[in-house]
């Protein structure tokens, strides 16, 4: 038998996050932070109820807390949204209303509540034409609202389609495709059905353990990442119909089949995921107080993708990570909110280490 | 909340523990005490049931030996045991010791609030439910909840 000799050198990619900036203002519980879609502010939100837009002064290393929206809810604020303009801010509470923030005087001012939910709205999202919105809820249900050119939202479908509370919801990178995640362990894809202008459950994605905390779309759409309380990440790949590798999908729809479960790396549930649109490297916020950052290999395959741990910050924060948000136009900037209070942004560097 | 009529009508009564003996290191400022399992079960033994004008401890509800901590790791594991296998206020229970702890210990430490294995008849999704701390969050801040755990927790 011939002994085969190989070359000791393998390169494995790794990266770092260094600290950059940690902010304090909130008081209590940060749940989310949003970057808007230049990257040169972002939203925080929280349990004090408030709303704080940070933004860096040009030739300053810092970021500063310049606005702080309150007055807007009665209760815990869950998360915001821009909308891809920039000019509107939508911010998701326990009060079961969703705030509309605009800046035509100037300022961000709310001049518009939605209301409808039963309970506590947990997530909400613009689409990417900007025309409409999407909410979420403890009651089940999932809101589409569509808005018209003198800021009227008014409610385009109500999606009873989940079992549980519905924690998140996000709308597809190009098209006015849907996606939400639940505590009834699933994720389910809505989309509208041209014929009779209703909002239709196209697709749902069963694999996860227990409740799906976040999802997330890469760059093309054609991917989505889920975290979940089961410790797990999946990487879940779009099949069209007649799709080449024989994959089954019915009436016409997409099947999106869970391609890669990436377990025993986290050690506590998994609550937010951030896939970036510019580096393709996913974040993840999680309960043990840590940031983590995966990047697929070179040689991963389309059907049977692998994706390697290459960064891991314990104590990103002092108690649990909520968010994670990589800023959409600054390569590697992380964004990242705690229990602890505080907000915390990162710069992600690549090393390769050859050994 | 309030059912019409007791729902455990005749519970059994269980003895209370001796109080704690304080050892001289204790009393020394200069030594480090960690968190034990007894200082975790003092903080819960005297929470009120919700039912009954009696405490956690004399229903046996939540015992010494089933209080587990992990000082390295900042972690607090409690398992509860409802005092009938049907008993709707399991839920409350374990979310009064949840905000008892979330008031009194460090917020380093990770708290996980369970049911006694086979001991209710809605194990999983009670445990699920006190384990999202979304809604623990959410209930906390609904007024007749927090009033009712307040009464509860209240000394």
């Known amino acids: ?355 | 909340m309030c059912a019409d009529r007791l729902e455990n009508v005749n519970p059994k009564l269980f003895q209370k523990c001796f109080e704690r003996d304080i050892t001289p290191e204790e009393e020394d400022d200069n030594i480090v005490d960690e968190f034990d399992s007894r200082e975790i079960f003092d903080l819960i033994r005297s929470i009120n049931d919700p039912e009954h004008p009696l405490t956690l401890e004399e229903l046996n509800v939540v015992e010494q030996k089933l209080v587990e901590v992990n000082n390295e790791n900042n972690e607090v594991r409690i398992h509860f045991t409802p005092t009938i296998p049907h008993c709707s206020m399991a839920t409350l229970i374990g979310l009064s010791i949840r905000v008892k702890l979330l008031r009194s210990l460090p917020a380093r430490f990770k708290v996980l609030v369970e049911i006694t294995p086979g001991t209710h008849q809605s194990e999983a999704a009670v445990n699920k439910q006190l384990a999202d701390k979304e809604r623990v969050a959410a209930a906390l801040e609904n007024k007749n909840l927090i009033g009712v755990i307040n009464q509860c927790i209240s000394v």
Request: hydrophobic share 35%.
């Open chain 1, 1 to 355: 038998m011939k002994v085969l000799y190989v070359c000791p050198v393998e390169m494995a990619a790794s990266g770092r996050l260094d600290l950059v900036d940690s902010l304090t203002g909130h008081r209590g519980r940060v749940w989310n932070v949003s970057w808007n879609p230049t990257g040169t502010v972002f939203a925080s939100c929280g349990e004090d109820k408030t709303v704080r837009l940070w933004t860096k002064s040009s030739g300053q290393r810092t970021w500063m807390n310049k606005t702080v929206l309150t007055d807007g809810h009665q209760r815990t604020i869950r998360e915001v949204a821009w909308s891809p303009c920039g000019n509107y801010l939508a911010s998701a509470s326990f009060d079961a209303t969703t705030a509309i923030w605009d800046r035509k005087s100037g300022e961000f001012e709310c001049n518009a509540t939605l209301e409808g939910h039963e309970n506590e709205v947990k997530s909400v999202c613009w689409a990417k034409s900007g025309n409409l919105l999407a909410t979420c809820s403890r009651d089940k249900s999932v809101w589409v609202w569509e808005t018209s050119e003198d800021d009227e939202y008014e409610c385009a479908a109500v999606i009873n389609a989940h079992s549980q509370d519905v924690k998140k919801v996000i709308w597809h990178p190009h098209d006015d495709i849907l996606a939400s995640s639940s505590y009834d362990n699933t994720i389910k894809l809505f989309r509208e059905d041209i014929s009779d202008n209703d909002w239709i459950n196209c697709g749902t994605l069963a694999s996860h353990e227990s409740t799906v905390w976040g999802i997330a779309f890469d760059k093309t759409g054609t991917r989505l990442a889920s975290c979940s309380d089961d410790k797990t990440v999946k990487i879940w790949q779009q099949y069209l119909p007649g799709n080449p590798e024989g994959v089954v999908t019915q009436s016409n729809e997409p099947t999106w089949k869970c391609v890669c479960t990436l377990s025993g790396y986290h050690s506590r549930v998994v609550y937010d995921i951030a896939w970036c649109h510019q580096t393709d490297l996913i974040a993840t916020a999680c309960g043990d107080d840590a940031i983590r950052v995966f990047k697929e290999t070179p040689s991963s395959h389309k059907n049977q993708p692998e994706f390697e741990l290459i960064c891991t910050v314990h104590r990103a924060h002092t108690q649990d990570v909520n968010s994670v948000a990589w800023n959409p136009k600054e390569a590697g900037l992380l964004a990242s909110a705690g229990d602890d209070s505080r907000v915390n942004l990162w710069q992600f560097k690549e090393e390769t280490i050859i050994f």
